[in-house]
């Protein structure tokens, strides 16, 4: 999990350069994710599985929001400086603990309410990053970011719905990247099409291609293999490495409230993760009973 950390990072570097190189933020989701269907393809031919499904909805679903959560992710790190961008990117565990909130209180069952002050905990985090560090024509962006993690939230939950079919990672990985593939594409074509790349772009390009399907690969078998809390404790190392990059790459500041903002918000993922698997553990033993 540190290594697909660690490889996240760097590829917010390569985005941030990239479109600094004048690569939009369509171009990006595109090249990545034409990377990602040849790899996985090839994966899927050496393992044998078939793309074809019984739940075609349910991918179409999970692949357009994961889409959605990964634009927004880009935009905000061109946008943004690279920790803060990543911080931003990672909130999903606080909303993925809303929801698990909505759902009791829509099913009448007990609150938990060290979850609900967990969450709290990790929106004034959010506060406390954003209010002093950012000039008020970023807002936008950094609710960008936000939406992204809103959106992640809402992709896992669909992942999970997939797993319960028995549906192979690869094959939920597939889709995923053909329908950004194809997002990539059209959005390119809308805005102002594709950009010649300079050397340099195309350097990048290739960089945050191999970085982020290398990541994604690291990510899936830690959590498939791996302790799920102790795994999910670890990703958030990715705000600690992309924030030493933008200072050592970027000169960008990590100011006391910088910091402080970050810390609440690890502490509150790490725990929302937590008490949110918990949460259904507890609900699965209650069904099971009854």
Same mark, same amino acid.
């Given at each position: +999990?540190?290594?697909? #950390?660690?490889?996240?990072?760097?590829?917010?570097?390569?985005?941030?350069?990239?479109?600094? &190189?004048?690569?939009?933020?369509? $171009?990006?989701?595109?090249?990545?994710?034409?990377?990602?269907?040849v790899?996985?393809?090839?994966?899927?031919?050496?393992?044998?599985?078939?793309?074809?499904?019984?739940?075609?909805?349910?991918?179409a679903?999970? #692949?357009?929001?994961?889409?959605?959560?990964?634009?927004?992710?880009?935009?905000?790190?061109?946008?943004?400086?690279?920790?803060?961008?990543?911080?931003?990117n990672?909130?999903?565990?606080?909303?993925?603990?809303?929801?698990?909130?909505?759902?009791?209180?829509?099913?009448? /069952?007990?609150?938990?309410?060290?979850?609900?002050?967990?969450?709290?905990?990790?929106?004034?985090?959010?506060?406390?990053?954003?209010?002093?560090?950012?000039?008020?024509? $970023?807002?936008?962006?950094?609710?960008?970011?936000?939406?992204?993690?809103?959106?992640?939230?809402?992709?896992?939950?669909?992942?999970? /719905?997939?797993?319960?079919?028995?549906?192979?990672?690869?094959?939920?990985?597939?889709?995923?990247?053909?329908?950004?593939?194809?997002?990539?594409?059209?959005?390119?074509?809308?805005?102002?099409?594709?950009?010649?790349?300079?050397?340099?772009?195309?350097?990048?390009?290739?960089?945050?291609?191999?970085?982020?399907?290398a990541?994604? +690969?690291?990510?899936?078998?830690?959590?498939?293999?791996?302790?799920?809390?102790?795994?999910?404790?670890?990703q958030?190392?990715?705000?600690?490495?992309?924030?030493?990059?933008? &200072?050592?790459?970027f000169?960008?500041?990590?100011?006391?409230?910088?910091?402080?903002? +970050?810390?609440?918000?690890?502490?509150?993922?790490? #725990?929302?993760?937590?008490?949110?698997?918990? &949460?259904?553990?507890?609900?699965?033993?209650?069904?099971?009973?009854?």
């Amino acid at each position: +999990m540190v290594v697909s #950390a660690l490889l996240f990072a760097f590829y917010a570097v390569c985005v941030k350069y990239a479109s600094l &190189e004048g690569i939009g933020s369509f $171009e990006v989701l595109f090249y990545r994710s034409v990377f990602g269907l040849v790899l996985i393809s090839l994966l899927l031919k050496h393992r044998k599985i078939t793309i074809r499904t019984k739940h075609p909805l349910a991918h179409a679903v999970r #692949a357009g929001i994961g889409t959605v959560a990964c634009i927004a992710g880009i935009y905000a790190i061109s946008k943004l400086n690279i920790g803060l961008a990543m911080t931003l990117n990672y909130t999903s565990p606080l909303f993925i603990g809303c929801f698990t909130i909505g759902a009791a209180w829509l099913a009448k /069952r007990p609150v938990n309410w060290r979850l609900i002050s967990t969450l709290v905990v990790g929106f004034i985090g959010v506060v406390v990053l954003l209010s002093p560090t950012i000039a008020p024509h $970023e807002y936008a962006y950094a609710g960008v970011g936000l939406s992204a993690g809103f959106c992640t939230a809402i992709a896992v939950s669909y992942v999970k /719905r997939l797993a319960n079919y028995h549906e192979p990672e690869l094959r939920i990985l597939f889709y995923f990247v053909l329908i950004g593939a194809i997002a990539g594409l059209i959005g390119s074509l809308v805005q102002n099409g594709f950009t010649t790349p300079t050397w340099h772009a195309a350097l990048f390009i290739l960089g945050f291609s191999i970085f982020a399907n290398a990541a994604q +690969m690291c990510l899936t078998r830690a959590f498939s293999r791996g302790n799920v809390v102790l795994s999910g404790a670890l990703q958030y190392t990715v705000i600690l490495f992309s924030t030493l990059l933008g &200072e050592i790459i970027f000169d960008e500041p990590a100011t006391p409230s910088i910091i402080l903002g +970050m810390l609440m918000i690890v502490f509150a993922g790490i #725990a929302a993760s937590y008490f949110t698997r918990q &949460e259904i553990i507890k609900n699965q033993q209650s069904r099971t009973a009854s």
